[in-house]
């Protein structure tokens, strides 16, 4: 559907991504930021907004956001300051957001991305500094949404914490891989911060999210109407919001009809956006300077301090692992597509082989992502879990196949590996004597096979084998199970 689209469109992209910075307090004072604490327990005057309040720059937050910028190829500016963005809504307290307007803290960077083998550069508008709202739980209606609701709560736990917004410039010519495009840059960039550990970039919690821009035009003819397709919330779904705007649009079009620009919001469920409201203009937000903040003016000589403690670059980073780990190129994006690379890296740490840990992720349990349409990493197991399931077969304790059993139990909540094995029972039979009564079974409902055998054919032993696991439910050890086979036929 989406070449079809391409036969009379070409689309425009372009992805807003805001970062939350992990300080240990927030932006404007000094509560903490810790994800997950009882609502409206971390709060003060000043991100409650209180008449009175006066908020003093987290020289940590300033510090985190030129690193990154340095780390997206950005100029740092020797002098800006922030902004009121005025707008009203419940989770803003002060009915306003201070964060920067026509002057950034950097500016005129890029990030390169590989998508298919082909390198292609992602242009960076800017980064700038700002602050997180509140979150809104809207109750009493089925789809979480203000529409049908009975009632609101809202919880300034998360108002103020240091967010940092990456804005690119739009991005043409990417054709049919725009989707793919937009994955791929969002990767790179989550992989870029992570690398920096100044935040967790978890999607899941809302730490790195998405506004995905999508417009389509007419070959040759001017950009059309974008649309803006808010807090898309992991690596699979900002490419399929692309994908899915560029298949809403062309039908839009096709009709006579034309495009609003507005705000969407994307469903996981169905993997289609829904209208939000009328998008904004900058105008509409009546910005200007804020006056409890003085300028911030970055002392050059700093600035290429913080160039120094910049970490390897993630993609010469990859090279050198992927060296290391011995893949070939096609495995080696198949890793990278899947978001897998830390994930396996991680594993390794915690004592597997590169092979097993790379078995696992990609084979096993990236079916499992598929199958439940996740990503590899929002799997409840840990990289320190898949390891132990391997530290199990390589101990001879469990096989492959009973291996797939313990990351049942580990996905479903049931312990450790340790534990599910004990717990499940499933720790590999290796005693002749209690594998003697199987193996007897199965050479008596097996007389050809065992003439076979008897007669020198050792190969086909495998089959009795293959019915003594079988018998055990796959927990017999064949090795020993092949041994007692070829001693009770005098083969051995």
Known sequence: MTVDVLERYEPVIGLETHVELGTKTKMWCGCAT?????????VCPVCLGLPGSLPVVNAAAVEATIRIGLALNCSIATWCRFARKNYFYPDMPKNYQISQYDEPICVDGYLDVEVDGEIIRIEIERVHMEED?????????????????????????????????????????????APEVARAYVTALRDVIRGLDVSDVRMEQGSMRCDVNTSLNRHGQPWGTRTETKNVNSLRSVERAVRSEMIRQAAVLDAGGSIKQETRHFHEDTGETTSGRSKEEATDYRYFPEPDLVPIAPDPAWVEELRKTLPEPPAERRKRIQQAWGVSDHDWASVVNAGAVELIESTIAAGASPEAARKWWMGELARRANETGTELEALPITPEQVAGVQALVDAGRINDKLARQVLDGVLAGEGTPEQVVAERGLEVVSDTGALGTAVDEAIAANPDVAEKIRSGKVAAAGALVGAVMKATKGQADAKT?????LERLGAS
């Open 34 to 42: 810790e994800f997950g604490a009882e609502p409206n327990t971390q």
């Open 133 to 177: 709202t509140g979150k809104t739980l809207h109750v009493g209606g089925s789809t979480g949404r203000i529409h049908g609701a009975t009632h609101s709560l809202v919880d300034y736990n998360r108002a103020g914490i240091p967010l940092v917004e990456i804005v690119t410039k739009p991005i043409p010519g990417t054709g049919e891989r």
């Open 481 to 485: 199970v092949r041994e007692l086979i």
